[in-house]
């Protein structure tokens, strides 16, 4: 059973997230699928519960580069999501326990990641460019209105601005 990093339940911070499908299950290829957990980061988003920065949704995992806004802890709002897309994808409990996070602590973290996830399709095999991949913030940061789905990061998102 894998080992995951004590959850943060520091509001207001930058995360990098990841979490899997229970049994690495494959449901997200499916585009039904993946547009559901791309739709709910949104819906996230126009409530205000977060700034998205970074994001793609693999076929069995999804990584996150967020911020939580108020008194919203990273625990209280991977719940949400968990809950909330698991609803609509209308198949009972599809996460595996847990998640892996990681505080942001500076720009070049958040770039670095930013690489990492918009780079995660091509490793896959799934596309050659990151602008191809359809559930990714590096399709839409492509597109004439990238910021109807990602968030511009600011300095004071971080912890650090000088990085």
Same mark, same amino acid.
């Given at each position: 059973?894998?080992? &995951?990093?004590?959850?943060?339940?520091?509001?207001?911070?930058? &995360?990098?997230?990841?979490?899997?499908? $229970? /049994?690495?299950?494959?449901?997200?290829?499916?585009? !039904?699928?993946?547009?559901? *957990?791309?739709?709910?980061?949104?819906?996230?988003?126009? /409530?205000? !519960?977060?700034?998205?920065?970074?994001?793609?949704?693999?076929? !069995?995992?999804?990584?996150?580069?967020?911020?939580?806004?108020?008194?919203?802890?990273?625990?209280?709002? $991977?719940?949400?999501?968990?809950?909330?897309?698991?609803? $609509?994808?209308?198949?009972?409990?599809?996460?595996?326990?847990?998640?892996?996070?990681? *505080?942001?602590?500076?720009?070049? &973290?958040?770039?670095?990641?930013?690489?990492?996830?918009?780079? /995660?399709?091509?490793?896959?095999?799934?596309?050659?460019?990151?602008?191809?991949?359809?559930?990714?913030?590096?399709?839409?940061?492509?597109?004439?209105?990238?910021?109807? &789905?990602? !968030?511009?990061?600011?300095?004071?998102?971080?912890?650090?601005?000088?990085?």
């Amino acid at each position: 059973m894998p080992r &995951f990093p004590q959850n943060r339940a520091v509001p207001g911070l930058t &995360f990098f997230v990841t979490t899997s499908l $229970a /049994n690495r299950a494959l449901l997200l290829r499916a585009p !039904d699928k993946a547009q559901i *957990v791309v739709d709910s980061l949104q819906f996230f988003r126009r /409530n205000g !519960d977060i700034e998205l920065y970074g994001f793609v949704v693999m076929p !069995d995992h999804v990584h996150l580069i967020l911020k939580l806004h108020d008194s919203l802890t990273l625990p209280r709002w $991977a719940r949400r999501f968990k809950s909330y897309t698991a609803h $609509a994808v209308g198949l009972g409990p599809i996460w595996e326990k847990g998640y892996w996070s990681e *505080v942001v602590a500076g720009e070049s &973290f958040l770039l670095e990641k930013l690489q990492y996830i918009h780079a /995660n399709p091509i490793r896959a095999g799934l596309v050659t460019e990151p602008q191809e991949y359809a559930w990714s913030s590096a399709h839409h940061m492509w597109s004439e209105r990238p910021e109807e &789905f990602v !968030d511009s990061w600011r300095g004071s998102a971080v912890g650090d601005r000088g990085q």
